[in-house]
């Protein structure tokens, strides 16, 4: 049987965990908003509408941060149309989805609803169809304590204080020529620069994020970021990355592989961000934000938009997630907290029915899906320093990457606490033995081993009348001998590792 070793030491550190790590993401896209977080006709709706069962388990997954309104579809929308009177407001084609937005739910329903689930808001502004000051119309509405027209108007419509909106996108995936507006990198980054200025007159205090690369496949990636950095780079906070794997080419081992392209894509941003610093002579360092990632069957896609005319919020993009997904969801997040000195907010998209941990059926229940326990158990356990770890693993062959390692990790070291937790995925189809070598944290015990495997039933998903069929399940803890422990991870599995210091 083939084995792996791994090393932890405290003196090894990439960096703090930023909690807007484990963000996720509401957009106005099929049943993500309606009939996911809102729903008024629910027998367990609250007064504003906004489902209580979601809530919950928003609360339970742990979300740090939601990015709101999109996505593709802020590249068309007017924030306008969704404050004020719900009976006043205008009926839109959105014709980044085809589908008809009432806009009964909008920017002061979506801050309620955050302040109800204890998340951050992040919002976008539409750099596609309209420009400069649209950007800074929503930001006073948003963030001006009032003595002016929009501030005022917000307080006329019921929030007496600003919302205090920290963080920003500048528009959405405009590289991609399916984007309403779609621009050059020139033409985004002149925009881009533009607007960044101008909301910061408004509001030094928010923190902004240009768009880069829609992915790393993308004809344009590298040279737009390069592009669209020249001219922002002393204006943003962040550049965006996004990245979605899709598993519908039957590739399981490959697609057990995807964080190795992840890894890849955030060392190739923070290279060509750097190389822009140097060329401007910048010594801060741009971190990145990782705010559209999962699991996708995005190969569905077409055929989810043809089926239909112009309708109101038709089930869209609501995949069921099977075990091997969850792994590699799980696998997804180990990438992000390596990546914690360059990585500061990341987003899951999407958080109810559209590719969403959660799942709700209209006037009926919500369930977890397989996905939403790594993610859970991550933004719960992972606190403190993130450690660099040196695994000596076995390897395996895939079609799109190589030969990549059997074994991925992650580790954390809670300095008030004493603590330790390890994330470990064992991607092979066979148990793995790990000996995990604890030096410079002597005095350790193992407290719980948590493992999803889907080894035994890869294709297992959650669903309404089985909701709890893929659930991580508690395993044997091990015998720490001196600055020694060995573990063995389950085919095909995320794993969570806690130690505590002994009694």
Known sequence: MRAARL??????????????LFGSFVEHLGRCVYGGIYEPGHPGADPLGLRRDVLELTRELGVSMVRYPGGNFVSGYRWEDGVGPVDDRPRRLDLAWKTIETNAFGLDEFM??????????????NLGTRGVQEACDLLEYANHPGGTRLSDLRRAHGAQQPYGVRLWCLGNELDGPWQVGHKTAEEYGRLAAE?????????????????GSSGRGMPTFASWEATVLEHTYEQVDYISAHSYYDPTDGDRASL????VDMDQFIT????????VAARLRQTRKLKISFDEWNVWYQSRVQGDLDARGWVEAPALLEDDYTAVDAVVVGDLLITLLRHADRVGVAAQAQLANVIAPIRTRTGGPAWRQSIFHPFALTARHATGTVLRTEPVSPHYATKRYGDVPVLDTVALHDEESGGLTVFAVNRGTDALPVEIDLRGLSGLHQVQHLSLAAGDDPDAVNTEAEPDRVTPRELPTATVDGDRCSVRLPAISWNLLRFAPRP
Do not use: N, Y
């Open 195 to 211: 607007t960044a200025r101008a909301m910061k007159l408004i509001d030094p205090s928010i923190s902004l994020v240009a768009c």
């Open 112 to 125: 309620a609803w955050a302040t109800a689930a204890q998340v951050e808001p992040m919002m976008a502004v």
């Open 7 to 20: 090393t932890i030491d405290p003196a090894f550190t990439v960096g703090p965990v930023d909690r807007r």
């Open 256 to 259: 057990l592989a995807s964080a």
């Open 268 to 275: 190739e941003v923070v290279a060509t961000a750097d190389h």
